[in-house]
């Protein structure tokens, strides 16, 4: 018998989904180029407000060696006091506003373990001192001298927690614990807590103290002051570092902070092991330096700090 041969047509209208995906094209590319943008921005941002806070810092510290009356002395003490703590606000936000586009990132240097906590911990022992509270080291001896990682970056998780221990603390003490959790192949998990004998916190504030700004109420805010930024930007570093933070805090009688490490074992550096010997001033003298440095009140500062050891600066 005879056979029908026929053919179906079907029409579909894709404008729609061809303008759907144009318009998210359109989306994607302004939002790669606000990234771009933003990111640009901060670091302008970031190189625009530290250079004229570095020498403000530097000059104040260079003032400060000169022979100076009483009045005048008091006045550029709080100038350069006041000079330190803006710095600390300027690095939380511009941190804080690096974390948040991503900008922000992790070294893997060697760096020696002891030496990175001890610099923090002689950095801020000063204020735990003036303030009468007893500050304690506790280092474990088992923990290896050097490992791969972010000495920076771990200095900057330290000084925000000592600080907070420092600033929330009227008296007791605060104590600095590095100890080895274990040892597995070629790497330490190790754990530094730090311990304080302050104001601490309520259980429910202990969910929000992450947020962004967030200080426990107003009034805790007016007196210690701070951005609230700190241990936000410490979580965030813990996390890009590959570590664990825990808190745990109670009302009236402090709060203790913990972040957790693996570090991979490394060796020594070779430029180290011939650098280790401090270079001795008088061999200075004569030495020719080229000092290179856009901003001019850096060159002033870089010039007068260089002038007492008889280099010639170009």
Same mark, same amino acid.
């Given at each position: 018998?005879?056979?029908?041969?026929?053919?179906?047509?079907?029409?579909?209208?894709?404008?729609? %989904?061809?303008?759907?995906?144009?318009?998210?094209?359109?989306?994607?590319?302004?939002?790669?180029?606000?990234?771009?943008?933003?990111?640009?921005?901060?670091?302008?941002?970031?190189?625009?407000?530290?250079?004229?806070?570095?020498?403000?810092?530097?000059?104040?510290?260079?003032?400060?060696?000169?022979?100076?009356?009483?009045?005048?002395?008091?006045?550029?003490?709080?100038?350069?006091?006041?000079?330190?703590?803006?710095?600390?606000?300027?690095?939380?936000?511009?941190?804080?506003?690096?974390?948040?586009? =991503?900008?922000?990132?992790?070294?893997?240097?060697?760096?020696?373990?002891?030496?990175?906590?001890?610099?923090?911990?002689?950095?801020?022992?000063?204020?735990?001192?003036?303030?009468?509270?007893?500050?304690?080291?506790?280092?474990?001896?088992?923990?290896?001298?050097?490992?791969?990682?972010?000495?920076?970056?771990?200095?900057?998780?330290?000084?925000?927690?000592?600080?907070?221990?420092?600033?929330?603390?009227?008296? =007791?003490?605060?104590?600095?614990?590095?100890?080895?959790?274990? +040892?597995?192949?070629?790497? %330490?998990?190790?754990?530094?807590?730090?311990?304080?004998?302050?104001? =601490?916190?309520?259980?429910?504030?202990?969910?929000?103290?992450?947020?962004?700004?967030?200080?426990?109420?107003?009034?805790? +805010?007016?007196?210690?002051?701070?951005?609230?930024?700190?241990?936000?930007?410490?979580?965030?570093?813990?996390?890009?570092?590959?570590?664990?933070?825990?808190?745990?805090?109670?009302?009236?009688? =402090?709060?203790?902070? +913990?972040?957790?490490?693996?570090?991979?074992?490394?060796?020594?550096?070779?430029?180290?092991?011939?650098?280790?010997?401090?270079?001795?001033?008088?061999?200075?003298?004569?030495?020719?330096?080229?000092?290179?440095?856009?901003?001019?009140?850096?060159?002033?500062?870089?010039?007068?700090?260089?002038?007492?050891?008889?280099?010639?600066?170009?």
């Amino acid at each position: 018998g005879d056979s029908n041969n026929g053919a179906v047509i079907s029409f579909v209208n894709i404008s729609e %989904q061809r303008a759907a995906a144009e318009a998210r094209e359109r989306a994607l590319i302004a939002a790669e180029n606000l990234a771009r943008i933003r990111s640009e921005f901060l670091s302008n941002m970031s190189h625009e407000i530290r250079t004229p806070m570095n020498a403000i810092i530097g000059l104040g510290s260079l003032m400060a060696k000169t022979t100076l009356n009483s009045v005048q002395a008091t006045y550029l003490n709080h100038i350069n006091n006041s000079a330190k703590n803006l710095l600390v606000i300027l690095n939380d936000v511009l941190d804080f506003s690096k974390l948040e586009a =991503g900008k922000l990132s992790i070294e893997k240097i060697s760096f020696n373990l002891k030496e990175a906590i001890d610099k923090s911990v002689n950095i801020l022992g000063f204020k735990a001192e003036e303030k009468g509270i007893a500050l304690f080291n506790n280092y474990d001896s088992r923990i290896a001298s050097w490992f791969l990682g972010d000495p920076s970056r771990l200095n900057q998780i330290m000084m925000n927690l000592l600080s907070n221990a420092i600033k929330f603390t009227s008296e =007791g003490s605060i104590s600095i614990q590095c100890s080895l959790i274990r +040892s597995e192949n070629n790497k %330490q998990v190790v754990r530094l807590m730090v311990s304080d004998t302050g104001i =601490g916190m309520e259980p429910e504030f202990l969910d929000k103290i992450f947020e962004k700004f967030t200080q426990e109420d107003q009034r805790v +805010s007016k007196h210690y002051g701070g951005t609230g930024l700190g241990m936000t930007i410490t979580r965030e570093l813990v996390k890009l570092m590959e570590g664990k933070l825990q808190i745990s805090s109670q009302k009236g009688s =402090g709060t203790t902070v +913990s972040v957790e490490f693996a570090f991979e074992q490394t060796s020594e550096p070779e430029q180290l092991k011939t650098i280790n010997q401090a270079i001795e001033i008088p061999a200075l003298k004569g030495k020719k330096i080229l000092l290179v440095e856009d901003n001019p009140t850096n060159r002033i500062v870089a010039n007068s700090m260089l002038q007492p050891y008889g280099v010639e600066v170009k």
